[in-house]
């Protein structure tokens, strides 16, 4: 408690406390979760070579645009479907019970699955086998609680990602089928950069995995040593956005009190979506919700002639 308290305000340490501290009592913390699993996927794809923003992602979720460059076929050898799969998989087992009903929230809009079967089968056939195996690894115990310990298991992760056997990716076997694909030179560290989330809980720094905390570099420095450095000062920055997002977001929540309905009204519930996942479609919240199409878009207008979700007045309607 006492170093704690001698701890600067801006101290990294102190900050990521700070977040899991208010993420453990916050009403918001779904929402907060929901859209942290969106900043860890867009940063996992920028360690893969795909640059996205979350706001791509939103887009798909919300029913407008298929996968973030789902279209450049073999200009974009990494498909994001399958990243986006893969980050999502990385703590779907998560004994958080906030945590597993984000998750299943999010996958009643957009089965990651199945889109990642659709858009990455290849890329879940070189990738998916040795993930697991970075899942597996990132998941034994440390010697001892601090980012040194994690530093120096990223070295070891990829190491053995360097030294993985051919059958590891590529080898497939479909229906009982089986045949070599080419090797793939792509730099994997990203597939490390999913586990660090969990790595961090692991160790004892949160109490959940938090998503965003993607803190890997593009290219590994020297030595665990300069990589602990490198987990501060990205420890700091993370921490700070999802602070202030976290106050944004409850800012946004309290304004639904003011939404005019009844108390069995999945008003709110919707308005709540929106704030993680913006401009749902219809075809999106029925999914959700449950409800059928003519009842999503009912629902969807009952937010559109009041307030929007972030606080913005609506446009009168034509």
């Known amino acids: 408690m006492t170093e704690l308290a001698n701890r600067r305000p801006d101290d990294p340490m102190l900050l990521l406390g700070r977040l899991d501290g208010r993420l453990r009592h916050s009403t918001c913390s779904d929402i907060f979760l929901a859209r942290s699993r969106l900043h860890g996927a867009a940063a996992l794809a920028g360690l893969a070579g795909v640059s996205i923003a979350v706001r791509?992602?939103?887009?798909?979720?919300a029913g407008r645009s298929p996968p973030p460059r789902a279209s450049e076929g073999l200009n974009d050898p990494i498909s994001v479907a399958s990243i986006f799969h893969i980050a999502l998989s990385s703590d779907e087992d998560?004994?958080?019970?906030?945590?597993?009903?984000?998750?299943?929230?999010?996958?009643?809009?957009?089965?990651?699955?199945?889109?990642?079967?659709?858009?990455?089968?290849?890329?879940?056939?070189h990738f998916g086998p040795l993930w697991r195996q970075v899942k597996a690894?990132?998941?034994?115990?440390?010697?001892?609680?601090?980012?040194?310990?994690?530093?120096?298991?990223?070295?070891?992760?990829?190491?053995?990602?360097?030294?993985?056997?051919?059958?590891?990716?590529?080898?497939?076997?479909?229906?009982?089928r089986s045949w070599e694909l080419p090797t793939r030179s792509r730099d994997r560290?990203?597939?490390?950069?999913?586990?660090?989330?969990?790595?961090?809980?692991?160790a004892g720094f949160t109490t959940r995995a938090i998503p965003s905390l993607v803190?890997?570099?593009?290219?590994?420095?020297?030595?665990?040593?300069v990589l602990a450095e490198l987990f501060m000062e990205e420890i700091g920055r993370l921490s700070t956005t999802g602070l202030r997002e976290l106050?944004?977001?409850?800012?946004?929540?309290?304004?639904?009190?003011?939404?005019?309905?009844?108390?069995?009204?999945?008003?709110?519930?919707?308005?709540?979506?929106?704030?993680?996942?913006?401009?749902?479609?219809?075809?999106?919240?029925?999914?959700?919700?449950?409800?059928?199409?003519?009842?999503?878009?009912?629902?969807?207008?009952?937010?559109?002639?009041?307030?929007?979700?972030?606080?913005?007045?609506?446009a009168p309607s034509r």
Do not use: C
């Not at 560290?189 to 809980?201: K, S, V």
């Open 56 to 61: 791509d992602l939103q887009d798909w979720i």
């Open 94 to 125: 998560a004994r958080d019970p906030i945590g597993r009903a984000t998750l299943k929230a999010l996958r009643t809009v957009l089965d990651d699955r199945a889109e990642a079967e659709r858009y990455g089968r290849d890329d879940l056939a």
């Open 137 to 176: 690894a990132a998941d034994a115990p440390f010697p001892s609680p601090d980012l040194r310990s994690i530093a120096e298991r990223v070295f070891a992760l990829a190491e053995m990602t360097e030294q993985a056997p051919g059958s590891a990716s590529d080898v497939v076997a479909i229906d009982g």
């Open 189 to 202: 560290n990203w597939l490390i950069a999913t586990a660090l989330p969990r790595m961090l809980y692991r």
């Open 215 to 225: 803190l890997l570099p593009k290219f590994l420095p020297p030595s665990p040593a």
């Open 247 to 314: 106050t944004t977001i409850e800012q946004s929540v309290d304004r639904l009190a003011h939404l005019d309905v009844t108390r069995r009204s999945r008003t709110p519930i919707l308005a709540r979506l929106q704030i993680a996942y913006p401009d749902l479609r219809p075809a999106a919240v029925a999914k959700l919700l449950g409800v059928t199409p003519q009842g999503a878009r009912k629902l969807l207008a009952s937010i559109r002639n009041g307030e929007k979700p972030d606080g913005r007045p609506t």
